[in-house]
Nanobody, 119 residues
């Protein structure tokens, strides 16, 4: 069974920083993308950032470019999201996600961790 253990959420003031971690386990494939989505009440879940296990290529949402940095430890199957210069608009529940490359439906979600940024 695939498990994604997320940590690092919390409460910070605007301009502060947090680092989210997502440790993935329980799967045998290594052709995957791991990353973070976020969601606030009344809005659709949106992709924030992700990184490929195969070539370390990355994706960032326009709203977080220059502020967030994703990285991974392939030995530990763990992804990190360094979040700097946080803004109140970043407040959301952040979900870790793993999906197998080129295989629709092979998509797994973590439990979510709450990030709250105060003004």
């Amino acid at each position: 069974e695939v498990q994604l253990q997320a940590s690092g959420g919390g409460l910070v003031q605007a301009g502060g920083s947090l680092r989210l971690s997502c440790a993935a386990s329980g799967f045998s494939f290594d052709d995957y993308v791991i990353g973070w989505f976020r969601q606030v009440p009344g809005k659709e879940r949106e992709a924030v950032s992700c990184i490929s296990r195969l070539d370390d290529s990355t994706y960032y949402a326009t709203s977080v470019k220059g502020r967030f940095t994703i990285s991974s430890d392939n030995v530990k199957n763990t992804a990190y999201l360094q979040m700097n210069n946080l803004e109140p608009e970043d407040t959301a529940v952040y979900y870790c996600n793993v999906r197998q490359i080129g295989v629709p439906g092979q998509n797994y979600w973590g439990q979510g961790t709450l990030v709250t940024v105060s003004s």
